[in-house]
Nanobody, 123 residues
Framework: QPQLVESGGGLVQAGESLTLSCAVS????????MAWFRQAPGKEREFVGA????????EYADSMKGRFTISRDNAKNTLYLRIDSLEPEDTAVYYC????????????????WGQGTQVTVSS
């Protein structure tokens, strides 16, 4: 099974941009659709967006459209999430996940998960 490792989180100021990465090993990266989820303190895990195997198609939660951009580099086995104009409400643990079907927006449909990376946005 694949191993997923997120990185790039940290403490940032509101209004800044941040790019998270998810390195995947153990199985062919381009055999999985990939997604980002986030979980804020005291809240349920929520879908941010997903990208298909080739990277040509993406889907985003309605509330995430505009400031969030998902991309992947299959040659580097890496998934990315760029967040622009960060807001304190974006403070959460961000998780990457892999699925063998597309498109999926529910966490239950993703088979493999990383451990998460914390993003904290100060006002």
């Amino acid at each position: 099974q694949p191993q997923l490792v997120e990185s790039g989180g940290g403490l940032v100021q509101a209004g800044e941009s941040l790019t998270l990465s998810c390195a995947v090993s153990g199985r062919p990266f381009n055999s999985y659709a990939m997604a980002w989820f986030r979980q804020a303190p005291g809240k349920e895990r929520e879908f941010v967006g997903a990208i298909n195997w080739s990277g040509r198609d993406t889907e985003y939660a309605d509330s995430m459209k505009g400031r969030f951009t998902i991309s992947r580099d299959n040659a580097k086995n890496t998934l990315y999430l760029r967040i622009d104009s960060l807001e304190p409400e974006d403070t959460a643990v961000y998780y990457c996940a892999a699925a063998q079907s597309w498109p999926e927006e529910e966490a239950v449909d993703y088979d493999y998960w990383g451990q998460g990376t914390q993003v904290t946005v100060s006002s």
